[in-house]
Structures are given as structure tokens and as C-alpha cells.
């Protein structure tokens, strides 16, 4: 599981008190289902919808579980509810890297990390954060840290510096291309597609969806285009034994190599 969060181009949140919706998630052709216990759910159904999360992981289903935040007072019931169950878990408000590797000790050593990069302290300290050695891929958390900003979610340039800063410390790290946050119009086809247009030029390589009618157009957006991989193609023929070469004028070196090869990868 911990391989398809890592190639994963369209993540789906369901609310995890709507048990009725889990079948129909997992049958949406999302990559994978994040079934949530955080922000979907009200105070008064967090035991509600941590007894649906179990008993749906229970019955043999794969999902991701996005728990509540560390210091909130249904942290430790979710671990232990998730703990085993859960083939990752996605981590709201990540900013410190020894609550991380807190919880990886907690859960069995196959289970992924998903530390969900929200708050201004987590951009800062995002280097850290994706290096513990439970993390599979980092999240961007949008709408949360535009809220701490006092910026609109929406305005790309406002967020552009901090969305920079997680996919370079994703690299920097070690660990696999960050997640992109969610686009909330759900009927607004040009706002989800310049955001995925956006972050694809940033580095993305996923997108965290609310809706089952988002999922194609952030399959398509995060996938390589023909252009792109025939590109790649090109690039690894002309240059077989990885020593320098020239195609279409430009010349190929290893780094370029290494493009060619990670375009191919994804696609």
C-alpha cells in the first residue's frame, strides 16, 4: 500500500461517520481512499465515525485514515483504532518531526506516513518533517495554513512560496513528491484544472479530492502527457549508455537522463 500512496495521483476523502459512502469511494477509480476522522466529522461523531472506519478496514478493505491532530483529545483513540488496520496514516498539522516518529512506533512497521503540511511552524520545519522514517509523501494543507496567513486559499501566488518549499523539501528529504491540497469549487471545472495545471509546474505529483467528479481531471492533470513521454523516449534512445549526447539540439547529461527516466516512471 505504502507503493501506490507513493505513486498516487488522486486521493479521495470520505467523511468517516458516512459508512454508506465507503463502497462507493473505493469503486470511484480514485488511486486511494482517505477515509477521515478530522475535519469531515463533527466533535460530537468522532466515535461514531472511528467505529465505521474500523469496522470497514476490518473487513479486508485498503484504505488511508487521516486521524485527528496530535493534542486533540481523540489522537490516541485513533491510533489505536487505525493502528494495524490502516495501510497509512495521514497526520494532520505536521510540524514535528519526534510526534512522527512517536506514532510510526505505534503502528506496525509496514504502515506508511502521510504527514499532512498545514500551519506555518510545518512549511518552516518541512525538511524535518518529511525526514522521518515513516513518511511516505507529504500533503499539502491548503486551506489551513491560507487561513493562519490571512490569505484567500485560492490566490496560487499567495501559497506559491509555501507549496515551493514542500516539494523541495520532499527532495531534500528523501521521500516521494508532495500531494496537493484540495480545490473546494466543485463546480467550477477551470479553477480545479489551472490548480492541478499549478502545481504540476511546482512539482506535485497528486491531488487530494473531496468529490468523485474531480478524480478524472486530476488523474489526467498529474499524468504525463504524450508529448512528455515521448520526449523521454527519445532521451534514453539517443543516449542508451547514459554518457552525454545530443538530441533535438539540447544537450544529454545525467540529470536529464534522470527526467527522462522519472517521466517514463510516472507514466
Not at 211 to 231: L, N, R, S, V, Y
Amino acid at each position: 500500500m505504502s507503493r501506490d500512496v507513493a505513486a498516487a495521483r488522486t486521493l479521495l476523502f470520505v467523511p468517516g461517520h458516512r459508512p454508506e459512502r465507503f463502497a462507493k469511494a473505493a469503486a470511484s477509480g480514485a488511486d486511494v481512499v482517505v477515509l477521515d476522522l478530522e475535519d469531515a466529522v463533527g466533535a460530537g461523531h468522532k466515535t461514531e465515525a472511528r467505529e465505521h472506519v474500523r469496522s470497514w478496514l476490518d473487513q479486508g478493505h485498503r484504505a488511508v485514515v487521516r486521524i485527528n491532530a496530535p493534542g486533540t483529545p481523540w489522537y490516541d483513540e485513533d491510533i489505536a483504532a487505525v493502528a494495524g488496520r490502516a495501510h497509512a496514516v495521514m497526520v494532520p498539522k505536521a510540524e514535528d518531526r519526534a510526534v512522527l516518529d512517536a506514532l510510526a512506533r505505534r503502528l506496525p512497521a509496514a504502515t506508511g506516513v502521510i504527514p499532512l503540511v498545514e500551519t506555518a511552524l510545518g512549511i518552516v520545519r518541512a525538511v524535518d518533517v518529511c525526514s522521518a522514517g515513516s513518511v511516505v509523501r507529504p500533503a499539502f494543507g491548503s486551506v489551513d495554513l491560507a487561513a493562519q496567513l490571512g490569505v484567500d486559499h485560492r490566490c496560487q501566488e499567495a501559497l506559491r512560496h509555501a507549496r515551493s518549499a514542500l516539494v523541495v523539501a520532499a527532495a531534500a528529504a528523501g521521500c516521494g513528491a508532495p500531494i496537493d491540497g484540495v480545490t473546494i469549487a466543485l463546480d467550477d471545472e477551470s479553477a480545479l484544472r489551472a490548480d492541478i495545471e499549478h502545481a504540476v509546474r511546482l512539482g506535485f505529483t497528486g491531488k487530494l479530492c473531496i468529490h468523485p467528479a474531480q478524480i478524472a481531471t486530476a488523474g489526467e492533470g498529474f499524468a504525463p502527457t504524450e508529448d512528455e513521454i515521448e520526449w523521454a523516449r527519445a532521451v534514453l534512445e539517443a543516449a542508451p549508455d547514459g554518457s552525454v549526447a545530443v538530441h533535438d539540439g539540447q544537450m544529454i547529461d545525467r540529470p536529464v537522463l534522470l527526467r527522462a527516466q522519472a517521466i517514463l516512471a510516472r507514466a
